[in-house]
């Protein structure tokens, strides 16, 4: 999921620019673009980074591994040993993040790289082992995405969906294509949940997160 983004007040590029990416996830965005991929952008990669690092994952999921520029970015804000499972359905985007990876120096055993359909890998996951899990794959799908996700967190884990604002068009009455459509049928699933604390975030195309509450 993502979106183009929209920018008018220049604030996502200064805060972008008060924090640079390195030349390695600059890399991967290359490569990300060079094959039409939408990666997260820098203030929405510092922002999953922020939400892995204070959830403390040392598990994490990404559905939508694209060239790996998430992946960089959570790879930073996760525990020092942990392991980030990735699944993306095009071979052709895990071979690019398999060239950023050795790029920026990340062990083998960092990241778990899994070619195939995230509703189909999702149900071979374990139940509650997961600290972390960004949606970024199939747009149309993300609804399916979230009883999967919090199926696989633990108490107190979190669920990011990236471009959930789809660049302005999900709060633009107007847009009416499915994919918007389907961004807002999400939004307001994930807000009406009991079992999730949620908040949508005007971060890159939209992050919409929440934790998995504490069974009462
Ligand atoms: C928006 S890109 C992911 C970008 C990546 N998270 C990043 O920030 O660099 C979406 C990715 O999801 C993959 N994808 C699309 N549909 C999918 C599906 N049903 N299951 C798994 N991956 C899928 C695409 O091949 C693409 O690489």
Redesign the pocket.
């Known amino acids: 999921?993502?979106g183009e983004r929209t920018d008018p007040s220049g604030e996502q590029a200064w805060i972008a620019a008060w924090q640079p990416e390195d030349a390695t996830l600059a890399a991967?965005r290359q490569r990300?673009a060079e094959v039409g991929?939408?990666?997260?952008d820098p203030v929405a990669g510092a922002a999953l980074r922020l939400l892995a690092a204070l959830t403390g994952a040392r598990h994490a999921v990404?559905?939508?591994?694209?060239?790996?520029?998430?992946?960089l970015w959570l790879l930073q804000g996760l525990q020092p040993d942990g392991v980030l499972t990735s699944?993306?359905?095009?071979p052709e985007?895990q071979r690019l993040a398999k060239a950023s990876l050795a790029e920026a120096g990340v062990a083998s055993g960092r990241v778990r790289l899994i070619a195939?359909?995230?509703?189909d890998v999702l149900p071979r996951l374990s139940d509650g082992a997961y600290d972390l899990v960004?949606c970024?794959?199939?747009r149309a799908?993300a609804l399916d995405y979230l009883p999967e996700a919090v199926r696989l967190l633990r108490e107190g884990g979190a669920v990011v969906f990236?471009?959930a604002l789809g660049g302005g068009r999900v709060a633009d009455p107007s847009a009416r294509d499915a994919d918007t459509l389907a961004a807002r049928e999400l939004a307001k699933v994930v807000r009406d949940d009991p079992s999730l604390v949620p908040a949508l975030l005007p971060v890159g195309t939209g992050l919409l997160a929440a934790v998995k509450r504490t069974a009462a």
């Open positions: 999921m993502s991967a990300a991929v939408d990666a997260v990404e559905l939508g591994t694209g060239a790996g520029v998430a992946t699944i993306d359905s095009e985007h195939g359909r995230a509703l960004l970024d794959a199939a799908e990236a471009g």
